[in-house]
């Protein structure tokens, strides 16, 4: 039977991004399938006294995550799912700019209209991007970032990779995650980065 991974990101965050792109090879070397959800860095670091350089980048991601959550509302999480590659690919893998004209190119990539960059413009639609980053950040507490993995019912963060594995690695590294979130106890495991992100 399929298993369901459930995963929340931001379109900003390039640790999320190559996450993301290790479930997509797990998903070619074993049975399961990634459902895609929208969180906000920008929600989860609101009032927090940060350095000057993230504060700008936390009112740039606010943009396209409001455009991720209209897309999951309006065209479901298939549609999220392709809209994610695209913009991902263009903020991390191609380093575009964080602004509307590449929110409008990465739509047309995802076959959207590129109305829909309109809703990054506003707070409309904020509550449902709050409910959705709540879903997936309550779960692990506001001392971690993205990407946020649940998995038989629990959420761990992580895993943060650079790079990320392919093939039967990126299995390998599955199957351990999967052990690790069966145990109800266990809580962390971490070291220190000592590369950047490692795009491909």
Known sequence: MTQTVDFWFDPVCPWAWMSSRWMLDVEKVRDVHT???VMSLSVLNEGRDLPDDYLTLM???WAPARVSIAVEQ???SDKLREWYTAIGTRFHNRA???ERATIEAALADAGLPAGLADRGETDANDDA???SHHEGMDPVGDE???PVIRVNGMS???PVLSPAPKGEAAGDLFDGFVKVTSYPGFFELKRSRTVGPIFD
């Open 74 to 76: 309006e065209y479901g």
């Open 96 to 98: 575009e700019p964080r």
């Open 144 to 146: 971690v970032g993205t």
């Open 156 to 158: 761990l963060f992580g």
């Open 59 to 61: 009112a740039l991601a």
């Open 35 to 37: 459902v895609f959800h």
């Open 129 to 131: 991007l709050r409910a």
